[in-house]
Structure formats: structure tokens, C-alpha cells
């Protein structure tokens, strides 16, 4: 059992200064004083002058590692579990990217069960870039209806020259199934599509949406602040409903060539009354980050990094003055309501207990609670 005292909670609404009571794994109760609960047993925290918040959910990570775009020696490592509490991340969803040849889905699925033994709350999506999808039981729908972890699907690729060019009837059969294995097992079936550079943009999905009866909630697309373009186009494909994922792995580089840091397209897209609820950031972490030249030729590669998450919340607040509950928002209650988690991304009595403890001033991670363990990483 913990008590949590004076903090300043952002659930993520601000809902004042209160003490948070956690008995194992959850959220016990929430009050303006709990000094009557618990006992000797009880661990007392003071968190006077500290914003709690609810633990961040990276709804795309790269668990098994990612790229391998200029060959075999730029595939990118596994994410350790210290590299998601560090950032204050307490749960990811994991997915293979372009390479599902050398990596595999049940390597995925491992890497997920390993993550969660290891106090991360983990879940992860069957298929990959590439069409027809891969799958572990020769169906996406079975993953989906038959391993609890396979949430959805992804990320399937659009738009992009490493994508199976999927026509849009195609990508209607993928959402259609990943919808129905969604309902018959309680959960969102969920279309995580990346989206590229080229020119088309998210043209296959709103074409989907016209010529079916997919709703645009399915589709829950990312790395929409990679060109100016492709942002705009964003902003008007939320405002027929759909969702926005910024990506907030980067490099100066990267930021040059065109793309919006997440923190400025989340502060754009607020600015174009696009509800919260809307938006989301991941990291992308582990994946690869490819600079191809004009004709197409690699010529720099980086990692992406998970705690990326919560410098690019840190600075939608500080740099951009995005409200603290709305820059909370996409990476707490957004992405948990997106992907139907169902105790995850808020402080909430009857949810898990993943807590931050946030500096007020400067927003730095003090202190982080995943399932109600303190897993802070002594920087
Ligand atoms: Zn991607």
C-alpha cells in the first residue's frame, strides 16, 4: 500500500491538491486527505509541491527494434524496459515496421509478455508494413479474436515507397477485419497506419471511409507531423472525425527537411479546434530514422527514443503553451480512450495505478509508479 499526499493532481483534468491511496495494483481512492487509510505497512509519500499525473501510454514503439534501411548493420535494437520508466512511460504498444522478414510476430508477442513481467504495461499489433498482412495464425482476425495481446493491426504502411501499395479495396478487407475480430473480443481492433511522404497522403484512407461503411474511427494514423502537407491534410481529415498521432522522435535533420516537431503540430492542431480526444503523440521509439536524399538514396539513420514522449509534452507546455491538461491529454486519456485500454491514462479510483510524480516547475520525472511499483530510474 502507498499514500501519495499533497500533490497536485492532473488526472489528466487538474482536479486540485489531493492524496492518492494504492493498495497492489490500482487506484483505491482519491480524496483532499487519506491520513485515516492504511497502516504501519503503509509506504507515505510526500509529494508536496509535485504534479502527479497519470502514467504515459506510447501507443507505437518499436519493441523488437525496427529499420534496417541501409542493410543489415542499421537494424536497431530492442527497447529495454528502463528506456520506457526513464520517460515516465508505463505502457506500450509495440509493432513490427518494414522489415517483418527478419523480425517476427512472435518475437513481438515474446518481447511483450518479457515487458510486462517486467512491470511495463505492454500489448502490441499484428501485421506489419507489408500486404498481405502477417499474422501469427494466418489471420489477423484470429490474432486479434485469439491473443490477448494483439490489440489491432500495424503499422500498416500508406504513402510511403516502403508500403505493399495497397489498393483502397484492400485496405477496406483489413479494416473490416480488424473491426469485426474487435468486437467479437471486447476490444477497439484498431488500424494503426503509417503514413509516408508521398503525395497521396491519407487520400486511401478517406477513400475507405467513403466507399464503405468503415467508420474513420478505425484508422488511427501516425507520423502526421512529418511534412507541412501532410499536417494540413491531417487537420481536415480530424475534422471529419478521424485521429491524429504526432510522432516526437526526431532529429534536427529531419526537422530542416519539413517536419513539425510534435510538440508545435499538437499546439497547431488545438489551434484548429481539433478536440483533444483527437490527438495524440508516440515516439516511435527504436525505430529507425532514415534521411533519404532526393533521389531517394539513405544517407543517415538514427534511433528513436521513447523518452522523446515526454520531452515533446514538456515542451507543447513550456515552448508552445499548450495547456498542461490538454499536452497530458495526448499521451494519457487520448491514446488509452483510442485503443479502448480500459484502466490505463487516467487517475482514476478503479484504475491502474501508474503515476508520475512531476517537478511543477521544470515538469522533469521525480518519481514513476507502474501497477502501483516504483520503478523510478536513478538518473
Ligand atoms: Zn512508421
Do not use: W
Not at 509529494?47 to 499525473?53: H, K, N, R, V
Not at 500489448?123 to 494483439?150: A, W
Not at 499538437?266 to 533521389?295: C, H, K, R, W, Y
Not at 497530458?328 to 508520475?356: E, F
Amino acid at each position: 500500500m502507498k499514500l501519495i499526499k499533497n500533490a497536485q493532481v492532473f488526472s489528466p483534468s487538474s482536479i486540485g491538491q489531493k492524496d492518492v491511496f494504492i493498495a497492489a495494483n490500482k487506484i483505491i481512492a482519491i480524496e483532499d486527505d487519506l491520513s485515516h487509510m492504511g497502516n504501519e505497512l503503509t509506504e507515505v509519500i510526500d509529494a508536496s509541491g509535485q504534479i502527479l499525473t497519470p502514467g504515459f501510454v506510447d501507443s507505437l514503439v518499436h519493441i523488437t527494434g525496427g529499420g534496417g534501411e541501409g542493410g543489415y548493420a542499421t537494424r536497431t535494437p530492442e527497447m529495454q524496459v528502463e528506456e520506457a520508466f526513464i520517460g515516465g512511460v508505463t505502457t506500450v504498444i509495440g509493432a513490427l515496421g518494414t522489415d517483418a522478414e527478419t523480425r517476427s510476430l512472435e518475437n513481438l508477442l515474446a518481447k511483450t509478455y518479457g515487458l510486462e513481467e517486467q512491470g511495463l504495461s505492454a500489448f502490441c499489433y499484428t501485421g506489419s508494413y507489408h500486404y498481405p498482412m502477417v499474422s501469427i495464425t494466418q489471420s489477423i482476425k484470429r490474432d486479434i479474436m485469439l491473443i490477448e495481446k494483439f490489440i489491432g493491426v500495424g503499422e500498416v504502411a500508406i504513402s510511403d515507397h516502403r508500403s505493399s501499395q495497397m489498393s483502397v479495396a484492400e485496405m477496406a478487407r483489413v479494416a473490416s477485419e480488424a473491426r469485426v475480430a474487435g468486437m467479437l473480443s471486447g476490444k477497439k481492433g484498431i488500424v494503426s497506419v503509417h503514413v509516408g511522404d508521398e503525395t497521396a497522403k491519407l487520400l486511401k484512407l478517406t477513400s475507405v471511409v467513403e466507399q464503405s461503411d468503415i467508420p474513420i474511427s478505425q484508422f488511427y494514423p501516425t507520423h502526421i507531423n512529418r511534412n507541412k502537407a501532410l499536417l494540413k491534410a491531417g487537420f481536415d481529415y480530424a475534422k471529419q472525425g478521424g485521429y491524429l498521432d504526432f510522432t516526437t522522435s526526431t532529429t534536427e535533420q529531419i526537422i530542416e527537411q519539413g517536419e513539425t516537431p510534435a510538440a508545435k503540430a499538437l499546439a497547431m492542431a488545438l489551434a484548429e479546434d481539433i478536440d483533444v480526444s483527437q490527438l495524440t503523440m508516440s515516439s516511435d521509439g527504436n525505430a529507425s530514422l532514415p534521411i533519404f536524399d532526393e533521389q531517394g538514396q539513405l544517407i543517415d539513420l538514427q534511433i528513436g527514443r521513447v523518452s522523446s514522449l515526454h520531452q515533446s509534452m514538456v515542451e507543447a507546455v513550456l515552448l508552445h503553451q499548450v495547456p498542461l491538461e490538454l499536452a497530458l491529454s495526448s499521451i494519457t486519456k487520448s491514446p488509452a480512450n483510442i485503443l479502448s485500454l480500459k484502466y490505463k491514462g487516467q487517475i482514476k479510483v478503479g484504475h491502474d495505478a501508474d503515476i508520475n510524480l512531476l517537478d511543477k516547475t521544470t515538469l522533469s520525472i521525480n518519481q514513476v509508479f507502474a501497477k502501483g511499483q516504483d520503478v523510478t530510474v536513478n538518473k
